[in-house]
């Protein structure tokens, strides 16, 4: 591109010095025409003078012709001739210059001539003129071109070295972050389970022996949600990757000594009368957030009970409830109220739950968002976000005193003050020994590394 700059401003120059010497010649013919043209003035002057004189001294030489004829001899003819004889030789000189005024004036005409010729060249040349001024207009737009082009092409280069600074950056943070993984894998290796994760286990073991010794009621737990599309990939992975996470919640809740009912490990028998008698025997009910989970219940609901819902109508839920215990499943008023999913007979009989007692529902968001993840409902109800894109601890999750209040505090929220007292102490050395491990992470992985 700068060769391509150069080679126009040189085209631009040599047009330019062309068109100054074709103006230059143009001026000087101009004005030797009009030196020509004054001289022609001056001879033609000349010239009619001279003539003016010859025929002013011929008439004399006429009238003393005349007068001689009648003087035959004596003084006064001898004086008329001689003025004779002067006038002859006045009469040649006038002739003389008249003639070299007339050949001066004739070769100033063929100059003159000459001259209009050449002006006529120069001004069909001043066509030629003038496309060599639109050629060198063209050249300067074609040269402004190149500067713009230039400036952008100095302004990429410019974001092509600074994407190139942050790409390498970038590839040093992943190098970083690389190589801080592998020497926490070679330390977490040689000690077993991750330092954080076996604080995070001390304080469930520390958590349950305090609610033993102080005989604090321990809740039943309830988890409701919708299996993913299994029969793609996608659904698949999905799938496995929100039961691994549901799995990890019953797991700790088992580990504080709570019961939770959770489909993955109870798929036998009778599910819906399973799920009635677990649901009944609940004292809090976790609703895992997804888009499938409010698919299922939108589609399974009839309209007779979405309407029943949506109103908070209690005694009518109950009794919707009650008339799907009865045997007879083929009477209008028994389809009326019947689910078609599963997750919508859970819903249904959870929110009668819920209608009596609206701390016992517990909404966990897990994928998507809250319109597009939960009924209406829901979002009357402090929401937990277990989203991937928060990025918040799955520790900070389950433990948290506030903002937001974490999972296990919740669920013995209604107990003694003396509870909350001896939990926070727990949290607060959950959350100093964690801040130790980190340290200590740090200065481990700076020796491997």
Same mark, same amino acid.
């Not at 001689?82 to 003639?99: G, H, S, V």
């Not at 009368?273 to 009910?285: A, L, Q, V």
């Not at 909404?363 to 277990?386: C, M, R, V």
């Given at each position: 591109m700068q060769k391509e700059a150069l080679d126009c401003k040189i085209s631009l120059l040599k047009a330019q010095k062309l068109l100054d010497e074709q103006q230059e010649i143009q001026t000087s013919q101009l004005s030797k025409l009009e030196q020509e043209k004054e001289v022609s003035l001056h001879l033609t002057s000349c010239l009619h003078s001279c003539q003016t004189a010859l025929e002013q001294t011929e008439?004399?030489?006429?009238?003393?012709?005349?007068?001689?004829?009648?003087?035959?001899?004596?003084?006064?003819?001898?004086?008329?001739?001689?003025?004779?004889?002067?006038?002859?030789?006045?009469?040649?000189?006038?002739?003389?210059?008249?003639?070299?005024?007339?050949?001066?004036?004739?070769?100033?005409?063929?100059?003159?001539?000459?001259?209009?010729?050449?002006q006529t060249e120069l001004r069909k040349y001043q066509d030629e003129v003038k496309d060599l001024e639109q050629v060198k207009k063209s050249l300067q737009e074609s040269q402004d071109h190149l500067a713009n082009r230039e400036a952008e092409w100095q302004s990429r280069q410019e974001q092509a070295d600074k994407s190139y600074a942050s790409l390498v950056k970038a590839k040093q943070a992943v190098t970083e972050k690389a190589e801080l993984l592998a020497a926490q894998i070679e330390i977490f290796e040689k000690r077993g389970l991750p330092p954080k994760e076996k604080a995070y286990?001390?304080?469930?073991?520390?958590?349950? *022996?305090?609610?033993?010794? %102080?005989?604090?009621?321990?809740? +039943?737990?309830?988890?409701? #949600?919708?299996?993913? =599309?299994?029969? /793609?990939?996608?659904?698949?992975?999905?799938?496995?990757?929100?039961?691994?996470?549901?799995?990890?919640?019953?797991?700790?809740?088992?580990?504080?000594?709570?019961?939770v009912f959770f489909d993955v490990s109870s798929m036998h028998g009778n599910m819906r009368?399973?799920?009635?008698?677990?649901?009944?025997?609940?004292?809090?009910?976790f609703l895992v957030g997804t888009q499938r989970f409010k698919q299922c219940v939108e589609m399974g609901l009839t309209a007779?009970?979405?309407?029943?819902?949506?109103?908070?109508?209690?005694?009518?839920? *109950?009794?919707?409830?009650? %008339?799907?215990?009865?045997?007879? +499943?083929?009477?209008?008023? #028994?389809?009326?109220? =019947?689910?078609? /999913?599963?997750?919508?007979?859970?819903?249904?009989h959870i929110w009668d739950k819920i209608l009596a007692n609206?701390?016992?529902?517990?909404?966990?968001?897990?994928?998507?968002?809250?319109?597009?993840?939960?009924?209406?409902?829901?979002?009357?109800?402090?929401?937990?976000?277990?989203?991937?894109?928060?990025?918040?601890?799955?520790?900070?999750?389950?433990?948290a005193l506030q903002n937001p209040i974490g999972i296990i505090p919740l669920l013995f929220q209604h107990s003694s003050v003396e509870f909350r007292r001896d939990y926070k102490v727990i949290v607060e050395r959950f959350e100093l020994a964690v801040s130790d491990i980190e340290a200590a992470l740090k200065l481990a992985v700076h020796k491997i590394i």
């Open positions: 008439s004399k030489l006429t009238v003393v012709q005349s007068e001689l004829q009648n003087l035959k001899s004596g003084s006064e003819y001898e004086q008329l001739l001689a003025t004779q004889n002067q006038l002859e030789i006045m009469r040649a000189q006038l002739l003389f210059e008249k003639q070299e005024l007339t050949e001066q004036q004739s070769a100033l005409q063929l100059r003159v001539k000459a001259l209009e010729n050449e286990q001390h304080l469930l073991a520390d958590t349950k *022996r305090m609610i033993n010794s %102080k005989h604090i009621h321990k809740p +039943t737990c309830f988890i409701s #949600y919708a299996w993913e =599309d299994i029969k /793609t990939p996608d659904g698949k992975q999905a799938n496995e990757k929100l039961q691994s996470w549901l799995a990890l919640l019953e797991r700790d809740l088992n580990k504080l000594g709570l019961k009368e399973k799920m009635r008698r677990n649901i009944e025997g609940s004292d809090f009910f007779d009970v979405k309407d029943i819902i949506s109103l908070n109508k209690k005694g009518e839920l *109950r009794a919707a409830i009650e %008339k799907l215990k009865e045997s007879d +499943t083929t009477t209008p008023e #028994y389809k009326a109220v =019947d689910p078609t /999913t599963n997750v919508a007979f859970e819903f249904m609206p701390d016992a529902l517990i909404p966990i968001l897990f994928t998507g968002d809250y319109n597009t993840s939960f009924p209406p409902k829901i979002f009357e109800h402090l929401i937990f976000d277990a989203r991937e894109s928060k990025q918040i601890s799955y520790h900070s999750l389950m433990t």
